[in-house]
């Protein structure tokens, strides 16, 4: 079965410091992959999307950059973190190719900056 | 792009009673509509979908309806429980570029008073 992990669960950074989130999902081949963003007690903003290695789409102007170094990677980069870029980061998968799929959510990464 | 409306934003019912969460949708060629469950702190995570060739879809106290002529689809919870306190975030496809996004609806937050 499929299966998607996130890391780190929790994170405190300072503003102004460099940011690395990393996603990777097991069991599939060639997924789609996302990234989210929810602030406290809102809904789910997408931030980036990628239906292949080296290939990232951006839905917001943002502090945020993603990559996607192998199938099933997907990283989210900030080289100066912001107060405003504070949140509960989610990483998300669906099946490449399939139309009408859910999307299946990693357990999150909740950044603080200070 | 698809547009998805959700009502109410917060929901009281007492344990026991019936809950409904009603979501509309602006692109007629939708045809995929999933409904996610997010407790607190915790990932969204899917409950129940449905797919415009049916008009509902059941799985024991949940299930869900869509209008495909009125652009609209609805979770129902029966004989809610304590447990069912959460987030429910309904959702409808956006196909750009390969990629299947999901455009969320803003959320209802349902709380079961016991």
């Known amino acids: 079965s499929q299966t998607i992990h996130q890391w780190p669960a929790t994170l405190v950074q300072p503003v102004g410091s460099p940011l690395s989130l990393e996603c990777t999902v097991e069991g599939t081949s060639n997924p789609n992959l996302y990234w989210y963003r929810q602030a406290a007690g809102r809904g789910l903003q997408l931030l980036f999307y990628s239906v292949g290695i080296g290939q990232i789409s951006s839905e917001v102007p943002q502090n945020l950059s993603a990559s996607r170094p192998q199938d099933r990677q997907f990283i989210l980069s900030s080289k100066k973190l912001l107060l405003s870029d504070s949140g509960f980061y989610l990483c998300a998968w669906s099946v490449q190719g399939w139309r009408n799929q859910p999307q299946h959510f990693g357990d999150g990464t909740r950044l603080s900056i200070l | ?114």
């Open chain 2, 1 to 114: 792009g698809e547009n998805v409306e959700q009502h109410p934003s917060t929901l009281s019912v007492q344990e026991g009673d019936s809950a409904v969460i009603k979501c509309t949708y602006s692109d007629s060629a939708s045809n995929y509509f999933p409904w996610y469950k997010q407790e607190l702190g915790k990932r969204p995570q899917l409950i129940i979908d449905i797919r415009s060739n049916v008009g509902e879809k059941k799985d024991q106290r949940i299930a869900v309806t869509l209008n495909k002529t009125a652009k609209h689809f609805s979770l129902h919870i029966t004989e809610t429980q304590p447990e069912d306190s959460a987030v429910y975030f309904c959702a409808a496809p956006s196909n750009i570029q390969g990629a299947q996004k999901l455009v969320f609806g803003q959320g209802t937050r349902l709380t079961i008073n016991p």
